[in-house]
């Protein structure tokens, strides 16, 4: 090995702890960690409506004014469906040249609670729609400036604003410094827990905030397929049947003629049947123990209301045994014009793989299917569990230092979630120790958002002026 370069298992390059520093240094020529605070919108910059109409041509046409009406409800609402959006403006904006998996929608309503295959409560990211590997400040200025639009609804100061933002980036920067500085399997089984979590909350926020984790907790453990099947099913002719909310749950034996809904039956028979073969044999055997019982269509989020997303009712041993699944279309990510395409030949495999490489503990039901619709066209779909201790954070219950506190779990989050894929080491220096980069990312997160205000504005009197349809749901 003497004298010749080292390379990794793969045959691709492999840096040294001090060359992947030296890397990250230099980069700070290419794009000065001062210089991210910049945004100014493209002088021809593309109507917003109009971007989210692109991506409504490919939509259930009966739900996309849903997804209208959900997103001109307030600025937070519009950010969270308006992806597409700040992608094409993020790729205007400087980068390091340095990479890593991105959730590609990080904004703070994707950071929850969530369950691991062992059964333990995790902090983690839930939403991989968009994921691919790009730059990593894309998913930090999205957490920021989710930051400050959440802020803004609540009514806090700019100076309470500012203090979040430098919390969330800072606490990014020096997990990061403090990942760069651990051994490859350490990273890779870092995680954040319920007891870290109330560890935190104990340390650092008031009695009333202090409850509101507790109660967090407890909710998230019982939100699983049994609370669910309660919730989404009753007995109907002797059956066990998913029940009609319209227009947000519809089975299909009220959205479909017979000869059309046999079709849709059968295709999600196959899909559930050889999406199997994406998860790992023990899984898939345990997969193999349901039988199928009911279909449902379900609107969900705001970015994602008029893909075409499933929830599927499956049972065990008896009727008392359920397991539900989705069944999600995933589109191609609003990141590749900018970052690159995906390597994978399906956009569900992109989803699963990047959500796999993200997450600390990922669904042991999660996988993917390409499938052909019976309307002709082929679509792809990622799987996983329905509910699965699910716990979402409420943004408008909190007062200011708990947004603080939850702003700085998740960005010790994202960074180990890109820890995993990018190099860190690299990450950490063009960071630094001080906050050049967290400062700037106070001003950048305030001019963005001053721009979503902008934007969702321009999506209202589109509705007005009866250019789009918005329907409340």
Known sequence: MTGEAVTNIQGGPWLSPQESAALGRAARARAPRSAH?????????????????????????????????????????????????????LARTPTSGLRAQLCGDAHLLNFRLLASPERNLLFDINDF????????????????????????????TAAERAAIVRGTVRSYREEMRRLAGL?????????????????????????????????????????????????????????????AVPPVVMPMTDLLPDLQRAELEGMMRDLISRYGRTLRPDHRHLLQQFALVDVARKVVGVGSVGTRCWIILLVGRDSGDPLFLQ???????????????????????????????????????????????????????YVRQLRDWKGIAEPSNMVPRGMGVFGELCGATLARAHARSGDRIAIAAYLGRGDVFDRALVRFAESYADQNERDHQALVDAVASGRVAAQAA
Do not use: C
């Open 37 to 89: 605070e910049a945004f100014e919108p493209a002088p021809r910059r593309t109507d917003p409506v109009s971007v989210v109409e692109a991506q409504s041509a490919t939509r259930v046409p009966e739900l996309v004014p849903i997804r209208y009406g959900r997103m001109t409800e307030s600025p937070f609402r519009f950010y969270r469906g308006a992806a597409a959006i700040m992608a094409k403006d």
């Open 129 to 156: 729609d968009e994921t691919l590997p790009g730059p990593w400040e894309w998913d930090v200025k999205r957490l920021a400036a989710s930051m400050v639009i959440a802020g803004r609804e609540n009514g806090y």
């Open 183 to 243: 051994p490859q399997l350490a990273v890779w089984y870092a995680k954040a827990d319920a007891a870290q979590l109330e560890a935190v909350a104990s340390g650092r926020l008031r009695q009333r905030g202090r409850k509101q984790v507790s109660r967090a907790l407890a909710k998230a453990r019982t939100r699983d397929s049994l609370q669910a099947f309660g919730k989404l099913t009753r007995v109907v002719e002797g059956r066990r049947r998913i029940v």
């Open 327 to 381: 069944a999600k279309e995933a589109d191609e990510s609003v990141l590749a014009a900018y970052a690159g395409k995906s390597e994978f030949s399906t956009q569900g495999e992109r989803v699963v793989t990047g959500q796999r490489l993200m997450q600390a503990a990922s669904d042991i039901f999660l996988g993917w299917e390409h499938v052909h619709a019976p309307d002709g066209k082929e679509r792809d779909f």
